[in-house]
Nanobody
């Protein structure tokens, strides 16, 4: 069964940095798959933060442009989200998402809290 396992969340001060990792099952890890990071803040809907498109390009939500970077390692089947200049409004549960072969996969989520 295909799985996504996130890690790397935690508590960080405003202005700090954090890197999230998502280990993706080899069966669904593909340069042609949609791979993205979403987040959900308390009381808000889940929103797309950054992604690799099926064409291999990268997209970013306006609210993270210049601060977050999505990357991936094809040797370890891992997708990363490098987050810098973190703000309190970046607080939430971050989810890894892969869309491949007509199916949608989600990780269990990892909590990111930005607070002094």
């Amino acid at each position: 069964q295909a799985q996504l396992v996130e890690s790397g969340g935690g508590l960080v001060q405003p202005g700090g940095s954090l890197t999230l990792s998502c280990a993706v099952s080899q069966s669904i890890f593909s340069r042609h798959a949609f791979m993205g990071w979403y987040r959900q803040a308390p009381g808000k809907e889940r929103e797309l933060v950054a992604s690799f498109t099926t064409g291999g390009g990268r997209t970013y939500a306006d609210f993270v442009k210049g601060r977050f970077t999505i990357s991936r390692d094809t040797l370890t089947n891992t997708v990363y989200l490098l987050m810098s200049s973190l703000r309190s409004e970046d607080t939430g549960v971050y989810y890894c998402n892969v869309q491949h072969g007509g199916s949608v996969y989600w990780g269990q989520g990892t909590q990111v809290t930005v607070s002094s």
